[in-house]
């Protein structure tokens, strides 16, 4: 049974930081590209940050400089360091999990993340 579990969401005032923390279980940890998304209120989910089995990065324009994601395969963890936080990064953050030759396409539950002006 495949498993995402996020943590590490909260609320955090504006200039804050937060980490954010995905525990994979279930897959092949190491193979997938792991990503964060977001989806806001009233908006589409999107994408925040994603890096590749090989540790290639890709970052939404929004987050360039203020997030880092990394992944620990040994822990079978991708984490979101988060800086700089601003209102707008107000969301549900969602941990996914995706490996496209084989169209597996995981989703965590989601973890809170409130930044006040």
């Known amino acids: 049974q495949v498993q995402l579990v996020e943590s590490g969401g909260g609320l955090v005032q504006a200039g804050g930081s937060l980490r954010l923390s995905c525990a994979a279980s279930?897959?092949?940890?190491?193979?997938?590209?792991m990503g964060w998304y977001r989806q806001a209120p009233g908006k589409q989910r999107e994408l925040v940050a994603a890096i590749t089995s090989g540790g290639r990065t890709n970052y939404a324009d929004s987050v360039k400089g203020r997030f880092t994601i990394s992944r620990d395969n040994a822990k079978n963890t991708v984490y979101l360091q988060m800086n700089s936080l601003k209102p707008e990064d107000t969301a549900i953050y969602y941990c996914?999990?995706?490996?496209?030759?084989?169209?597996?396409?995981?989703w965590g539950q989601g973890t809170q993340v409130t930044v006040s002006s």
């Open positions: 996914n999990a995706y490996y496209g030759l084989a169209s597996y396409n995981y």
């Open positions: 279930g897959i092949i940890f190491s193979i997938h590209v």
